[in-house]
T-cell receptor, first 115, second 114 residues
Framework: NAGVTQTPKFRILKIGQSMTLQCTQDMNHNYMYWYRQDPGMGLKLIYYSVGAGITDKGEVPNGYNVSRSTTEDFPLRLELAAPSQTSVYFC??????????????FGPGTRLTVT | GDSVTQMEGPVTLSEEAFLTINCTYTATGYPSLFWYVQYPGEGLQLLLK?????DKGSNKGFEATYRKETTSFHLEKGSVQVSDSAVYFC?????????????FGAGTRLFVKA
């Protein structure tokens, strides 16, 4: 199993440009998440999905969009990039049939700089 | 709402020293508790977990005990190594509030000197 994979690893965008961060998991997990981690800070939840076709906002959704057409893929779209979106983005997944034991598996991250 | 508070870093120790990183939580339900570790340039990975009161999670010499009476889940290691240098995150997942979402602490950076 490759686990959770993310592409690209690094990207530099100009203000106003758009891009899609790709995330794929091969563990058949039903839950998927997008976080951002600013330098020296913890994780902030951007969007999450509880299954294919279902997505919902997290703590900091503004400026982002997601879709979940398959169990495996959960791309994050940045529209009109702004310097405030400079961060490291992590995708994660977890599986649960109920209850609270949602240990998450993380991808290696995408380091994005907006200038 | 649910929250996790962990001690601020950085924590700097010499090799073979004893490590404690404090973590306390607030939750309305019966959460599972986790410690994640993030090595430089990598994503987070699960270090250990405990799913009910008095459970002890352990892995790679690290331990943490779920203390419901003090709402704490402190991370300990008896003898740290340089390779333990990383950022450690305490987290909770509270199914009682429909919480498949995980609440993370701010992270504590550990430096271990040779």
């Amino acid at each position: 199993n490759a686990g959770v994979t993310q592409t690209p690893k690094f990207r530099i965008l100009k203000i106003g440009q758009s891009m899609t961060l790709q995330c794929t998991q091969d563990m058949n997990h039903n839950y998927m998440y997008w976080y951002r981690q600013d330098p020296g800070m913890g994780l902030k939840l951007i969007y999450y999905s509880v299954g294919a076709g279902i997505t919902d906002k997290g703590e900091v959704p503004n400026g982002y969009n997601v879709s979940r057409s398959t169990t495996e893929d959960f791309p994050l779209r940045l529209e009109l990039a702004a310097p405030s979106q400079t961060s490291v983005y992590f995708c994660a997944s977890s599986y649960s049939s109920g209850g609270a034991n949602h240990e998450q598996y993380f991808g290696p991250g995408t380091r994005l700089t907006v200038t | 709402g649910d929250s996790v508070t962990q001690m601020e870093g950085p924590v700097t120790l010499s090799e073979e020293a004893f490590l404690t990183i404090n973590c306390t939580y607030t939750a309305t339900g019966y959460p599972s508790l986790f410690w994640y570790v993030q090595y430089p340039g990598e994503g987070l990975q699960l270090l250990l977990k405990a799913t009910k009161a008095d459970d002890k999670g352990s892995n790679k010499g690290f331990e943490a005990t779920y203390r419901k009476e003090t709402t704490s889940f402190h991370l300990e290691k008896g003898s740290v190594q340089v390779s333990d240098s990383a950022v450690y995150f305490c987290a909770l997942s509270d199914g009682g509030t429909g919480g498949f979402k995980t609440i993370f602490g701010a992270g504590t950076r550990l430096f271990v000197k040779a």
